[in-house]
């Protein structure tokens, strides 16, 4: 079992940039690919980007591409996300979760495991 908490939310003004951290206990934290997903009022909970657990690959969704990157540390059982270039439609509350040998990187249902969340909120 894995518990996952997420930081680093907060008001930004749009073209700005958050590090979102999501800091995971248990000691087979590489065992787990880490996603992202985002929840804004209204909308289902959508795809940012996953980590794999073998390290090898990254996703992300369209709509963030070239603006977020994520990363792993392995060593400190953690993954970020660094969000660059913000925009208000980024606007969300913003979920890490871990899927143990997971492939399914894009596929909320496929986790197991889920933070409460942290708030991001990007004005114009």
């Known amino acids: 079992q894995v518990q996952l908490v997420e930081s680093g939310g907060g008001l930004v003004q749009a073209g700005g940039s958050l590090r979102l951290s999501c800091a995971a206990s248990g000691r087979t934290f590489n065992s787990y690919t880490i996603g992202w997903f985002r929840q804004s009022p209204g909308k289902e909970r959508a795809f940012v980007a996953a980590f794999s657990w073998n390290g090898r690959s990254t996703d992300y969704a369209d709509s963030v591409k070239g603006r977020f990157t994520i990363s792993r540390d392995n060593a400190k059982n953690t993954v970020y996300l660094q969000m660059n270039s913000l925009k208000p439609e980024d606007t969300a509350i913003y979920y890490c979760?871990?899927?143990?040998w997971g492939s399914g990187a894009s596929m909320a249902d496929r986790y197991e495991y889920w933070g409460q969340g942290t708030q991001v909120t990007v004005s114009s």
């Open positions: 979760a871990a899927d143990q």
